[in-house]
């Protein structure tokens, strides 16, 4: 009984939602998905392997990262970055938040006001948002790949 016990704690332990944030998160993540920061992918990669270990799925041109977090006062859920060899650099956020309140958050936070630009809006920097369904905004940014990975 003590070990399935200690099994229990230990999958508790090592599962990615029972992992916190690192500090530098809303910094190095919230820059970056503003397009305030370069994008490089194979760091970010790296950055969330540790942060929230393993990616927990490859959909999509990106791997995907459970994070139970918040920036800029909006709830995130997952965290993704490009794929090794993709023409293109990206890391984003999915955020459980319907896109006109996640920019009047980001707005509020950051002075960065986004515009709408067909059917998402962009931040003068050039970051993305964009509803995901009725309840939820992918906020991103994306570049042309400047290395091959």
């Known amino acids: 009984m003590r070990l399935t016990a200690l099994s229990a704690l230990t999958l508790c332990v090592l599962s990615p939602l029972a992992h916190a944030a690192p500090t530098t998160f809303g910094q190095v993540v919230g820059q970056a ?37 918040t920036l800029f006062g909006v709830s995130v859920t997952d965290i993704f970055v490009s794929v090794p060899g993709s023409r293109y650099a990206f890391v ?18 950051t002075g960065l006001a986004y515009a709408p630009d067909g059917a998402q809006e962009r931040s003068p920097a050039g970051g993305y948002l964009i509803s995901y369904g009725s309840s939820q905004s992918k906020l991103f940014c994306v570049t042309r790949s400047t290395r091959w990975f």
């Open 33 to 69: 998905v503003l397009c305030m920061d370069a994008i490089d992918a194979p760091f970010f990669r790296s950055y969330l392997t540790q942060a929230f270990h393993q990616p927990y799925k490859t959909q999509g041109g990106a791997e995907w990262f459970s994070a139970n977090t």
């Open 92 to 109: 984003g956020a999915l955020l459980a938040s319907n896109a006109q309140t996640a920019a009047r958050r980001i707005t509020a936070a």
